[in-house]
């Protein structure tokens, strides 16, 4: 099993950045790939960006990018994602979630493991 925790979210103005983390913990947390996602309130939750367990494999979804970097440092087990020139529109709850295994995938129903999400707020 992992445990995932979120943090790094905010209040921030257009154009502004914030790094998102993901700290899990569990006996074989760094074996498993990890999506971050986002849920806007009226909206689906809906994937941004993963990762495979050793880093070699991402994705970023056409969404955020150029504007933003996914990465995770196994000997800490934590993960991120760095957004950069936010907008408005990137409002809405992120988080991070994993599923056992080398691959990445882009269904939310893959994945097993979710944390509690952090509030990103961009204001005009």
């Known amino acids: 099993q992992a445990q995932l925790v979120e943090s790094g979210g905010g209040s921030v103005q257009t154009g502004g950045s914030l790094r998102l983390s993901c700290a899990a913990s569990?006996?074989?947390?760094?074996?498993?790939?990890i999506g971050w996602f986002r849920q806007a309130p009226g909206k689906e939750r809906e994937l941004v960006a993963t990762?495979?367990?050793?880093?070699?494999?991402?994705y970023i979804a056409d969404s955020l990018k150029g504007r933003a970097t996914i990465s995770r440092d196994n000997a800490k087990n934590t993960m991120y994602l760095q957004m950069n020139s936010l907008r408005p529109e990137d409002t809405a709850v992120y988080y991070c979630?994993?599923?056992?295994?080398?691959?990445?995938?882009?269904?939310?129903?893959?994945?097993?493991?979710w944390g509690q999400g952090t509030q990103v707020t961009v204001s005009s």
């Open positions: 569990g006996r074989t947390a760094n074996t498993y790939a």
């Open positions: 990762i495979n367990w050793t880093g070699s494999t991402t």
């Open positions: 979630a994993a599923r056992p295994g080398y691959f990445i995938s882009h269904d939310v129903h893959d994945y097993d493991y």
